[in-house]
């Protein structure tokens, strides 16, 4: 009977320390992040019994899924149909225990400095109130992913439907440290990494933001993901070739981890939008390979609050933000 | 009137066009100098050596014009436009003697392929390029004399390159973009230097070629090609030779790039070539 017992607790220790709530290592293979929209139409039927086998490829192949931060809410008012409770109701455990369960690391991209609130204290505060039912189901976050803080705060280029801090780069790397160190205050496992846009900043400045953050304020991004704009090019003097091997060469040298973002124009990924999705990563996969990780994520809508059509299911329909991961991947490979 | 404008005159407007070379056989040879004029035709049939090329086998024409003044066109439709691919010259013998022929050129290349990028499942990723170079370029081609036994003339060549890159995706049948989607458009300076090269064979083959090495400007998005090399050849037997007919040849041609974004319909193709100069 003690036999028994001792290799109970030895199942049970082995069980619980499998999953350790740091990143650890993901294999290899799995280099993909799926991140719907928060507004997408059919966020919690992906966590429904009858959604489950709608996805069953892509979820074979996913390291990590991302929600964004107004989707952990009880109430948000550019969701859609998705607020927490469903994500919580739609399967027994949880759509995040669910996703642990099944070996999928579990992302949330937040706002450190937004052009709604640019202090980073209170916005790491927010979060960190936000991510709470993540952890009451007994799963746990692996990843925040920081959204393009440095848009935000800095003035605006050219024209722009939203809102600026209107910091210095002095300001915005403080803000941005700030979030970083305040998050990490109480979870200090979970990864912080950072999204800017290219062209939009040249490969000087997202080297600069980074550098600040690391050398000055002592604050490590554990990655950096590209948010890649194929067709701002038009207007940019940019080469694309060199600038793209310079970051990465860039971040190895730091061991930061390069993840790209693959969506279509103007963050949609409907049918539609599927060929310039692939040509982004074709492009990128032309130039450097496979980044660490590669995102496929929409956001139409989102910024705007107008609501979303976007779709993540079936896997079998062409334009879905699954069929998008599962045809996407092969270009990486 | 700028070499440019006078290209543009020649060619039919938005004409798509791919390569870069004029036709070997339009060129004038040194010893055709003070020769009359003469017409030549040319047929090729070509299709694609590598996965990134068109996949499918083009026919091309061509007509010439030999003499103090000189003028050619090469036409080949591609699998989805009549208008895939065109190349014109137009041009004139600046100065010739009996061992050099020094002439000047205007040309126009354009390129309007669909190439499949990538393939999974039914989906099927393509990319619809558009791609237009125009040079003006001088030669000078010995007559007597071969460099390493196979160089007889050298060409120096500037202009421009432009690149407009769209995408489209396609399930089965279906299309999936009512048309192609822009992704990039740019264009940069360029310039050529570039040999033509001639050699007897055996079994009364004759080899011909030539090798442009094309260095391109900064363009927006680093897309144009830098440093890029295409090498056109052909191996050929006459057929025939006659008063009445003019002569006649039939060989195998290819053209060569290193660099997929070049201004040539295939950036690896194969085929045969018909020529008729009468």
Partial sequence: ?333 | MSWTLAAALFLVPSLPVPVVLPDPALIAQPEQANAGASWQLAMRVTGPMTTTDPQHVGIAIGVGRSGAYRAGLRYQPSETTALGFMHGTLGFRLRSTATWTVAADVEHSHVWSARRLYRTGGFQFEGHDRRYVSLGVVSARASRRKWFGLIDGVEVGAGRMVIRNMVAGRVGSTALNDEPVLILKTAAPVGMLGVTMSKPLFWGLAGDGRLRVIGAGRSRGGVVPFAHAVFDWEVSKTIFRSGTYGRGTLGVTGTHSTSDRSATYYQNGVGLALKIAF
């Fill in chain 1, 1 to 333: 009977m003690k036999s028994q017992f001792l290799i109970l607790l030895v199942a049970a220790t082995v069980v619980g320390c499998g999953r350790p709530t740091s990143p650890g290592g993901a294999p290899a293979d799995r280099f993909a992040i799926l991140a719907p929209a928060s507004a997408s139409t059919d966020l919690a039927t992906m966590f429904e019994p009858g959604g489950q086998s709608q996805w069953s490829q892509a979820r074979s192949r996913l390291r990590g899924f991302q929600f964004y931060q107004q989707s952990l809410r009880p109430v948000c008012m550019n969701c859609g149909p998705n607020t927490v409770g469903r994500l919580l109701n739609a399967v027994p455990s949880g759509a995040f225990r669910y996703l642990q369960d099944h070996d999928i690391q579990i992302g949330v991209e937040a706002g450190s400095v937004k052009e709604h609130t640019c202090d980073g204290r209170e916005n790491a505060r927010v979060l960190i109130e936000d991510v709470q039912p993540i952890y009451a189901t007994g799963a746990h976050l692996t990843f925040v992913a920081m959204d393009e803080p440095f848009t935000a705060g800095l003035p605006a280029r050219g024209v722009s439907p939203f809102g600026r801090c209107n910091l210095s780069i002095d300001d915005t790397i403080v803000q941005v440290a700030a979030f970083m160190r305040s998050f990490r205050a109480t979870y200090p496992d979970v990864r912080i990494g950072l999204i800017e846009p290219y062209p939009y900043f040249t490969i000087d400045e997202l080297t600069t933001f980074i550098r600040a953050l690391e050398d000055n304020e002592g604050v490590d991004v554990a990655f950096f993901r590209l948010d890649f704009d194929v067709r701002h090019r038009y207007n940019a003097d940019t080469n694309t070739k060199v600038d793209l091997r310079r970051l990465r060469d860039f971040l190895a040298e730091r061991r930061i981890e390069f993840e790209v973002i693959v969506t279509g124009y103007d963050g949609r990924t409907d049918a539609a939008s599927v060929a310039s999705a692939m040509a982004l990563a074709y492009e990128v996969s032309g130039i450097i390979g496979r980044p660490h990780s590669v995102v496929f994520q929409d956001w139409s809508s989102d910024r705007l609050g107008l609501g979303s059509s976007a779709q993540n299911l079936p896997e079998t329909q062409v334009g879905s933000l699954t069929w998008l991961l599962n045809n996407g991947l092969g270009v990486f490979r």
